[in-house]
């Protein structure tokens, strides 16, 4: 993992940016929208990549030009769609003549518009004048002196070396935050899969956080899909990647990435003349959860204590127990169910759910689903103090004595569905 990790931090230093991509949206009234014209000119010139018109105009759906000189960045413009925006207005004064030449003001204000992290870099304004013989020619070339100032001498070249590729940085994005501990545990974890590249924060709130990775005082050179690539490999990093840009990432937070278990799951408790129904549950339980992706289960009928439990468990290899139980009778029935952790023969997880009309199956399915979400919170505090040797492997269910039922993960074949069980959900 680590000469992984290396290679592909080396791909981050050694690979070309590619271009910062830009979106031109000016209220050009003058035909031929030369001020436009003359800005895309330029941002080429310097080896920026100008966005096609069907983007542009796809974004002047969603907002007016002008209205991004004043108000907030709306939702609808995405990193994933250009990487910054030059928004604003052109305007043009009527032609003065003197003698037979002739000459017009054109005046532009524009701001800059970084989407990876939907900040203003800029406001500037800048003005030209046109000198020629009159018609389109004497708009262009006012159009390109403002233009020509708006860059150089205004500041909006400069600028632009703070946005998008130039800068060397991605925005990630990350969905289903819980807290903010995770935010800070997630960009520790970060900065040491990019090798000390700076992971800054700039944003969080309850189920949502933003941190940026690299930038203009890092020397390597962030590229999304390459980052991607890095987070999927970084198994103890609990992320999934739903969307990818250039300069953007959107993932949600993932717990279960980071953890693996190997689940032994007794008889529930029921009375005895259920017996059957017991072993029926038992196996439904077990089943369920080989279809998590990072279990595994076996199943062990037969009433037994904890201690027994635990004891059996420690032969398989398996590194928690799973104890089911009937709690009350009637409408006052509920069923239980407990994690216990084989090392020290405590629970690290309860669980409670009423049986109403539907039966204990429909209970059983409720806590299921339930332990999908908190069971890897729980393994995750375990987890660093367990050896690698010592998790299950496939050559450990090999050895499990013949009263133990491996429940192979994701299989819907591993044990037969109780009567009534079809149903459930």
Do not use: C, W
């Amino acid at each position: 993992m680590l000469i992984q990790t290396v290679l592909v931090t080396a791909a981050l230093v050694t690979s070309a940016a590619p271009a910062t991509r830009v979106a031109v949206l000016l209220d050009d009234a003058a035909a031929g929208h030369p001020a436009t014209a003359a800005i895309e000119g330029k941002l080429q010139k310097l080896g920026y990549e100008v966005v096609a018109a069907s983007v542009s105009e796809r974004m002047r759906k969603v907002v007016a030009p002008k209205d991004l000189l004043e108000n907030r960045l709306p939702d609808g413009l995405s990193v994933f769609e250009a990487d910054a925006v030059i928004a604003g207005a052109a305007t043009y004064g009527e032609p003065e003549a003197v003698d037979v030449v002739k000459s017009v003001q054109v005046s532009l204000t524009v701001r800059l518009i970084d989407l990876g992290t939907g900040q203003s870099e800029a406001t500037l304004r800048a003005g030209g004048v046109g000198i020629g013989a009159g018609g389109p020619n004497l708009l262009a070339s006012g159009a390109e002196q403002a233009v020509e100032i708006l860059f150089s001498k205004n500041g909006l070249e400069k600028a632009l070396e703070k946005v998008g590729q130039t800068a060397g940085a991605v925005t990630l994005v990350v969905q289903d935050i819980p807290n903010r501990n995770v935010l800070v545990e997630l960009k520790a974890g970060l900065e040491d899969a990019l090798a000390g590249a700076p992971v800054k924060e700039i944003y969080f709130a309850k189920g949502l956080g933003k941190l940026v990775l690299g930038g203009s005082k890092s020397d390597k050179s962030m590229v999304g899909p390459d980052i991607a690539d890095l987070i999927a490999q970084k198994k103890g990093l609990a992320l999934a990647v739903d969307e990818v840009a250039n300069t953007r990432i959107v993932a949600r937070y993932d717990r279960s990435r980071t953890v693996h278990v190997h689940a032994l799951v007794v008889e529930p408790k029921l009375t005895r003349k259920n017996k059957k129904r017991a072993t029926e549950l038992g196996r439904y339980l077990a089943t369920q959860l080989a279809t998590f992706e990072f279990a595994r289960a076996s199943y062990m009928p037969g009433r037994m204590s904890r201690k027994r439990a635990v004891k059996e468990a420690k032969k398989i290899g398996a590194g928690v127990v799973v104890e089911a139980d009937l709690l009350g009778k009637g409408k006052k029935a509920a069923m239980s169910i407990r994690i216990i952790d084989v090392k020290t023969g405590r629970p690290i997880h309860r669980g409670q759910q009423r049986v109403d009309g539907e039966g204990d199956f429909a209970a059983a399915d409720a806590l299921v689903t339930a332990l999908k979400t908190d069971l890897p919170e729980k393994l995750a505090v375990l987890e660093p103090k367990e050896s690698k040797k010592t998790r299950p492997s496939e050559a450990t269910a090999a050895t499990t004595p013949a009263k133990v039922t491996p429940v192979p993960e994701r299989s819907p074949t591993v044990a037969p569905k109780p009567k009534g069980a079809e149903d459930l959900k």
